[in-house]
């Protein structure tokens, strides 16, 4: 049988940690998510802290990153929820704090409804935590109107020089 070639997919991920070093569970995922085969990260955006939305718990670093990639949506993501599980991650009950969250936000131009996967993610434009950084890397996607109605949710830009904002 031989090998069939796939295209490369356009995906925007986001990623967020409230727990532990939760700067550096980004980073590490991000370099992570690039070492992952035929997958490169093309770019990531600013790093954020917001306040968690639907939960309790310390404030979030949220960003997203831009990566192209070979994968299908589902190898992709049991690549990322090993990297969550690598980072200590525990699913206790629904919005829990975690040590690294790694989500699929949109995947080509792909629509899917499964059991355990559904892209577009199913909350991202009613999210400041998501649709902020994204505007960064795809800001014709993300309207005036997302940001105008995500703007009571607490979020706040992190200067990337300064690591003692977390």
Known sequence: M???????????VGLGANLGEARHALETAVKAIDQLPHTRVLQCSSFYR?????ATGPDYINAVIHLETRLNAY????????FENLAGRERPYRNAPRTLDIDIL??????IQSPVLTV???????????????????????????????????????????????
């Open 120 to 166: 577009p993610h199913p909350r991202m434009r009613a999210r400041a935590f998501v649709l902020k950084p994204l505007s960064e890397l795809l800001p014709g996607w993300v309207t005036p109107q997302d940001l105008q109605s995500v703007q009571s949710q607490a979020i706040e830009k992190l200067d990337a020089s300064r690591s003692d904002d977390l």
């Open 106 to 111: 949109l995947f080509g131009d792909a629509s």
């Open 2 to 12: 031989a090998f069939v070639q796939r295209d490369s997919v356009s995906v925007f």
């Open 50 to 54: 917001s306040a968690p939305v639907d």
């Open 75 to 82: 190898e992709a993501l049991k690549a990322f929820q090993s």
